[in-house]
DNA sequence: ACTGTACCCTGTAGGC
DNA sequence: TGCCTACAGGGTACAG
């Protein structure tokens, strides 16, 4: 479900009420999402202060006073949800009225400003794992990570650099977190749409016979970069699940050009074409095969 | 080195 | 109403 601008969103809500409060109780409902939650979660987490809430690709990263991180990823239908002080004591009570189904809150966590926080996840895709913060960026999940669409180290030249050579398609090559970290299904074909860039395309026509970008890869990359920050501001984009940490649903959806709009009109002004639902790398793509060449 | 597919898990929508 | 299939913002592990 979440992609970089649904993480970003649910970061920016938690950041005020969890920065700077102590971990004061850790309940967890079940012993694993994707994966076992981590050894002594409770010890290691109770007691430490909050001193950070960061993002990268689509990790929430919280930075604890001990010197750990808590890493968290949403997987497909993760939500962290605030309960302010004072409001109802239960998660389960409190999901009936704003929430979903209260037998997926997995996870529930106190803060010394009275506030909980609950992480519920119906197909429990998501994860949460700990490390020193010093041996994040060598940790297997951030070491091959590619770089972040919103830094200035996505440029032409490296976009070029990397697709050099490679025949898969330009679909698959954008959804390689190696790649661009935090890009998912729905900011690539709405990126290759504003980009008139065909899906099916081979990622080597980003670079020339020197390693040079091409023309496409020079209009990919304002395009990824324009299309994230509309969908930031537009608090992301809920299908069916994904709401912020206030339990507010996104609005980036009613602005999709292409996602999920097949047999419908394109909506470059001129075009004429009509928006077609592919298939690539098992994920379903959208995109006008008119205009985006 | 690249596919393509299956799989993890639950909920929901649509066809019959 | 129910049953069945397909599919859903993620990522990984295989076989070929």
């Known amino acids: 479900m979440p992609e970089l601008p649904e993480v970003e969103t649910v970061r920016r809500g938690l950041a005020p009420v969890v920065v700077g409060r102590r971990?004061?109780?850790?309940?967890?409902?079940?012993?694993?999402?994707?994966?076992?939650?981590?050894?002594?979660?409770?010890?290691?987490?109770?007691?430490?202060?909050v001193v950070s809430l960061d993002r990268r690709a689509k990790y929430l990263i919280a930075g604890l006073s001990s010197g750990e991180d808590?890493?968290?990823?949403?997987?497909?239908?993760?939500?962290?949800?605030?309960?302010?002080h004072g409001h109802r004591e239960t998660p389960g009570e409190y999901t009936n009225t704003v929430g979903p189904n209260p037998a997926h809150d997995h996870l529930l966590l106190r803060l010394s400003n009275g506030s909980r926080i609950v992480y519920n996840d119906p197909r429990r895709f998501g994860f949460m794992v700990m490390m020193p913060h010093a041996e994040r960026a060598q940790h297997p999940l951030f070491r091959g990570l590619g770089v972040e669409p919103l830094s200035p180290e996505l440029a032409p030249q490296y976009l070029a650099r990397r697709a050099q050579g490679k025949k898969v398609n330009l679909k698959a090559f954008l959804m390689d977190q190696r790649i661009v970290a935090g890009l998912g299904n729905i900011y690539v074909s709405e990126a290759l749409f504003w980009a008139r860039l065909?899906?099916?395309?081979?990622?080597?026509t980003l670079?020339?016979?020197?390693?040079?970008?091409?023309?496409?890869?020079?209009?990919?990359?304002?395009?990824?970069r324009e299309v994230l920050e509309?969908?930031?501001?537009?608090?992301?984009?809920?299908?069916?699940?994904?709401?912020?940490?206030?339990?507010v649903s996104g609005g980036f959806q009613h602005r999709f050009a292409v996602y999920d709009r097949a047999g419908q009109p394109c909506p470059r002004p001129g075009c004429g074409g009509t928006i077609r639902r592919a298939v690539h790398a098992g994920r379903a793509t959208f995109y006008c095969p008119r205009c985006q060449r």
């Open 70 to 84: 808590l890493v968290m990823h949403l997987g497909m239908t993760g939500r962290f949800t605030i309960v302010q």
């Open 23 to 49: 971990i004061t109780d850790v309940e967890t409902r079940r012993p694993d999402l994707r994966f076992p939650f981590p050894e002594r979660f409770f010890e290691r987490l109770v007691g430490q202060k």
């Open 198 to 204: 065909s899906p099916n395309r081979a990622a080597r």
């Open 207 to 224: 670079a020339d016979r020197r390693g040079a970008p091409t023309e496409p890869a020079k209009r990919l990359v304002p395009a990824i």
């Open 230 to 247: 509309l969908a930031i501001n537009a608090g992301g984009s809920t299908l069916r699940d994904y709401r912020d940490a206030n339990g």
